[in-house]
């Protein structure tokens, strides 16, 4: 077990992975006194993290990283002996898809193996935090191994070894670090949980969150169990979101106000729309199903969530037709292209998988997106056109869909439809507008709103 006297200094940190989960983390312990050092492999990241600038679009982290980096609590490097003169390393690299839909630990290993080359010879101890979300069994079968072989120490003598999975959502990073539900941590059996308490206690004081101490495979587990509960909320309601739109009268809204207002089943994530999307939910639904079959179950529920969504975007195609006709040579305006508001991120985003689909009609699409036009464009090519404005984006259109909830968007009224369209006929996929107000002066449809023609 490790005790209090053995702990060490807990003032110098390394963070190994600087996208939005690690440089949050970074530069929201930097924020409170720690000295924090984040290393990755992409120069240019470093080098605008050095110059403290934010290289990804996370509301209010770019405020912590120039302060932090001005007060010189961040820096960045691409060296990982850098690790070296820390004693707590984060691991937040990222753990996409493979091609079979299991996980792509290839990250993980490289990472894990340069950490210990860094600590390999060091005498004091380092505590190693796995952050990125792995499926169970990765901590003792992959990073522990790698680790042990490259630097030469055993984990549980000099080396300790915690998992402690993130719960950050993109577009609220920086607030969810600092007020966390709760903090999980998993360990070996060896207390070095502990250690990392140390951290957090310093970092949170008063308003410490409650703390799960676990092994390392529950601790793994729960951020797959999270993150599926999640999704499945979304599906389930999205599947009586299709209901709803078969019955005159019913709104799935004011269903999942009602059924939200149960404490057994609480207000969030019920938001019906076109799907979730975004680094996380798909891809580590696909990561648990894998494992899941490698272990010779076949997880039908989760299986089932992920088919729900898949379906989301060809919704709306139908809608679309329903009310156009044939869509071919259609003009179709696309507000909102990020996976959800508040971030330029669009991988996995349900408003890309639908210009897709309207491309594949032959419409004509045009899109606008507050940040994500840029990302958008790389991935969509000539699928469409990535406009400047609103106003750009709905000249001329025969039809509009409402993708992403920004701000910006719900401030539109019936008469700006009206306006710009060539036939003002909307499709709100996120459930933002009034129905009364927007069915009363134009042509529209919503997610889960029940209509009379069906
Ligand atoms: C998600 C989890 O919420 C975080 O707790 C977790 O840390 C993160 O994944 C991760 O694994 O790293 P994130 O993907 O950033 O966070 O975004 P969410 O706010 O969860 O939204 C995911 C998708 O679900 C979005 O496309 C969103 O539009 C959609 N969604 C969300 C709905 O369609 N309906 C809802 O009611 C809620």
Not at 34 to 58: A, N, Q, W, Y
Not at 330 to 338: D, E, N, P, S
Not at 424 to 448: N, Q
Request: glycine fraction near 8%; hydrophobic fraction near 40%.
């Amino acid at each position: 077990m490790v005790g209090a006297s053995r702990l060490p200094s807990l003032s110098r940190i390394s963070v190994v992975g600087l996208g939005y989960v690690g440089l949050t983390v970074a530069a929201v312990l930097a924020s409170k006194g720690f000295k924090v050092i984040g290393v990755d492999t992409d120069e240019e990241k470093v080098s605008e993290v050095s110059l403290g600038r934010c290289p990804v679009h996370e509301p209010g982290l770019d405020v912590l990283v120039r302060r932090s980096v001005r007060r010189h609590n961040l820096s960045a490097t691409t060296d990982y002996n850098a690790i070296r003169e820390t004693s707590v390393t984060f691991i937040t690299v990222g753990t996409p898809s493979s091609n079979d839909g299991g996980i792509d630990l290839s990250y993980i290993q490289s990472a894990s193996r340069s950490i210990g080359e860094s600590l390999s010879g060091k005498r004091e101890r380092h505590l190693v935090v796995v952050k990125s979300t792995v499926v169970p069994g990765t901590t003792q079968r992959v990073i522990v191994p790698t680790l042990e072989s490259s630097s030469n120490h055993r984990v549980g003598e000099s080396l300790f070894v915690c998992v402690n999975p993130e719960f950050l959502r993109e577009g609220s990073a920086v607030k969810d670090m600092l007020h966390p539900d709760r903090l999980v941590l998993g360990d070996a059996g060896d207390g070095s949980s502990n250690l990392l308490l140390n951290l957090y206690k310093v970092l949170y004081r008063k308003k410490m969150p409650p703390v799960l101490k676990t092994n390392y495979v529950n601790a793994e587990l729960i951020k797959y169990a999270n993150n599926v509960f999640l999704a499945t909320r979304i599906s389930l309601i999205n599947e009586f979101a299709n209901l709803c739109q078969l019955i005159p009268g019913a709104d799935v809204n004011v269903v999942a106000q009602g059924i939200g207002l149960d404490e057994r089943i609480g207000p969030h994530f019920l938001r019906a729309g076109i799907g979730f999307g975004g680094s996380c939910f798909p891809k580590d639904l696909r990561a648990i199903i894998t494992l899941s079959r490698e272990l010779g179950h076949d997880p039908e529920l989760i299986r089932v969530t992920y088919e729900v969504n898949e379906r989301r975007p060809g919704v709306v195609i139908k809608m679309a037709e329903d009310l156009l006709g044939d869509l071919k040579g259609r003009r179709v305006a696309i507000l909102g292209l990020a996976f959800k508001p508040n971030t330029d991120d669009v991988r996995e985003a349900p408003a890309l998988k639908l210009v897709k689909l309207f491309a594949e009609k032959k419409a004509e699409v045009k899109a606008y997106d507050p940040v994500a036009g840029e990302n958008a464009k790389r991935v969509l090519g000539n699928a469409v056109t990535i406009v400047d404005s609103i106003e750009e984006c709905l000249r001329g259109a025969d039809l509009c869909v409402l993708a992403t909830e920004w701000d910006e968007f719900r401030a539109l009224r019936p008469e700006h439809f009206i306006g710009f369209m060539r036939e003002p006929v909307l499709i709100d996929g996120r459930r933002i507008y009034d129905p009364k107000e927007f069915s009363s002066k134009m042509r529209f449809r919503a997610i889960g709103l029940g209509t009379n023609d069906g």
